[in-house]
């Protein structure tokens, strides 16, 4: 199997956790740039997008959310996802977090933008006050409070990772200190450490 990644996509290091979570062996690593339209790259995910899993029998897994549902069920039990696919409050939980990823990302886009003199007031304010309420939501739902790791606990680490390292500019540990203090002690650990973005 092949997992194609970009170091500063964060959807790819949730996936890349989940791979080094379950010491899954015989994944390469590939990083490649979303951008260059590598040939073998777009076979594998004609959207070209990140991450993108080429399996062994010449198929493909993507999105991020697909491929970390397939290595928690083919290598975990489904431990991370709690082995509760019918527990819609869980599912939401885990919506919500990747809807403030994704808003992240539109943040980080309208900031790319901003070069071009497209940036967007509107947009900008919009995914800020939506990344801003979320946290103090998740704060709010004690998320970070199961003592065994969950897929949602690995998004909320990367979220916050890259909140810190595109968007330093967003004061949310003022907000939601209880977060802060979670994070402060959860993102040292090694599984999250050795990729976090910088």
Known sequence: MKLFYSDASPYARCVRIFIQ????????????????NEEEFLRSNPLG???CLSLNDGSSLYDSEVIMRFIDDKYGDAALFGGQYDNWTNQCHFSLLKGMLDSAVALRQEQVRDNEGLRSDFWTARFEQALLRGLKQVEQLGLVHYQQLTAQQ???????????FRHPQLAWRNLVPALDLWHEQVSMQLLFSQSRPN
């Open 21 to 36: 979570y379950y010491k899954v062996s015989g994944i390469e690593e590939v990083i490649v740039d979303p951008f260059a």
């Open 154 to 164: 690995v998004l909320l680490v990367c979220l916050l990772d890259y909140l810190d």
């Open 49 to 51: 997008k990140v991450p």
